[in-house]
């Protein structure tokens, strides 16, 4: 789960820093097999829902919403210019060159008491992270100092 704040006044205005990164461990079940990728006049871009699933019931619905915050605090909203979604890293023990696929939450997470776990509903979104872990968001001069 990573929460992130936009520089500008709401989500997607500025520059993007990422305030916290937050593993689900463990690790849920994820299937990936309804992702297509669709062609564009700037290649390839994927679409579709994912369903995670197995994931541990110490997680709270707000949690898995991105409606806790980072700074401990409970929102019914997350507030401007604040961002929230899931980065899904397939381990390919490559030392970190992993793709960092983003989701949005596509649904309230689903309480599964008969199996002890919450199930979430993903949709893909376009533009990932880079390998490094960083936004492509990021202001220029943030991005300079890192490499």
């Known amino acids: 789960m990573v929460w992130s704040r936009w520089t500008g006044e709401e989500r997607g205005e500025g ?11 463990p690790t849920p079940k994820m299937d990936l097999s309804s992702i297509s990728y669709t062609g564009t006049h700037v290649g390839r871009v994927p679409n579709g829902m994912v369903h995670m699933s197995e994931i541990s019931l110490d997680f709270k619905a707000d949690q898995l919403q991105g409606l806790w915050t980072p700074q401990g ?3 019914d909203i997350l507030p401007e210019p604040n961002d929230f979604y899931y980065e899904v890293v397939e381990d390919d023990r490559n030392e970190n060159c992993n793709q960092r696929a983003k989701y949005r939450i596509a649904a309230f997470p689903f309480l599964d008491a008969e199996a002890f776990m919450w199930r979430v509903t993903l949709e893909r979104m376009s533009e990932d992270n880079e390998r490094s872990g960083r936004t492509p968001f990021a ?3 943030d991005r300079e ?3």
Request: charged share 50%; with cysteine.
């Open 139 to 141: 202001a220029p001069r």
């Open 145 to 147: 100092r890192d490499h």
């Open 73 to 75: 605090e409970a929102e």
């Open 15 to 25: 520059d993007e820093c990422i305030l916290r990164r937050w593993e689900l461990i």
